[in-house]
Structure formats: C-alpha cells, structure tokens
C-alpha cells in the first residue's frame, strides 16, 4: 500500500485545514487507518484512529472535539478534519494503515506510512 498525504499549509489560529491521504492498492478498505504528528524536535504522537469501517474512532485529548477523522473506502481515501487549529498544533503529519480492524493507538502498530504533509499555525 502506497499514501499520499496532501493538504498541508499554513494557517492562522483558530483556522481550519482539511487533510486527505490518497491510498494505493485494492486492501485499504479492510485496513485500519491512522494519523500521526511529529511537532519540531519531539516525538511522534498519534492524532486520530479509526477502524476498517469508519465506525470507531480514537483522539487523544490534545485534539478531541477539534480534529475529526473519516474515510471513503470507495475512494481509498481517508481525511482529516482540523478545526480551530492552534499553534501547537504546527507538525508534520503522516497518515498510515494497519492491517487489522480497529482503531488501533500505536505507531507500532502500523504498516504502511506516507511522506508527511506540513501544517504550520501561525499565532
């Protein structure tokens, strides 16, 4: 499986970026599927999970209520939604793919990365 992460920029504080992860290949429905941060010069964290099925999700606190996950099996596709956005939340995002069912929360976990997409929020 090959993503390809895109909707990165810059935004002002309390803005909004929508970002989409392009999946190759014909097993990505059947996948889990995840997004990840990795803020300047910390470690990498999981920002939102979600299962094959679009029906259970998981965020950390840090971005509950603001971040939104979905995907579109059809479209080999997932998204994610980022509302009221701060400036910690400035990172490099990556998307990837577990095989497997659930939202699972470790990176470990995962099989499949793509190249980062940057989100930069300004103050």
């Known amino acids: 499986v090959q993503l390809q992460a895109s909707g990165g920029g810059l935004v002002q504080a309390g803005g909004s970026l929508r970002l989409s992860c392009a999946a190759s290949g014909h097993m990505f429905g059947t996948y889990a599927a995840g997004w990840f941060r990795r803020p300047l010069g910390k470690d990498l964290e999981i920002v939102a999970a979600i299962n094959w099925l679009g029906d259970l999700t998981y965020y950390p606190d840090s971005v509950k209520v603001r971040f939104s996950i979905s995907r579109d099996n059809a479209k080999n596709t997932m998204y994610l939604q980022m509302n009221n956005l701060k400036p910690e939340d400035s990172a490099l995002y990556y998307c990837?793919?577990?095989?497997?069912?659930?939202?699972?929360?470790?990176?470990?976990?995962?099989?499949?990365w793509g190249r980062g997409t940057q989100v930069t929020v300004s103050s």
């Open positions: 990837a793919v577990a095989r497997g069912s659930y939202n699972y929360t470790g990176f470990d976990r995962y099989n499949f």
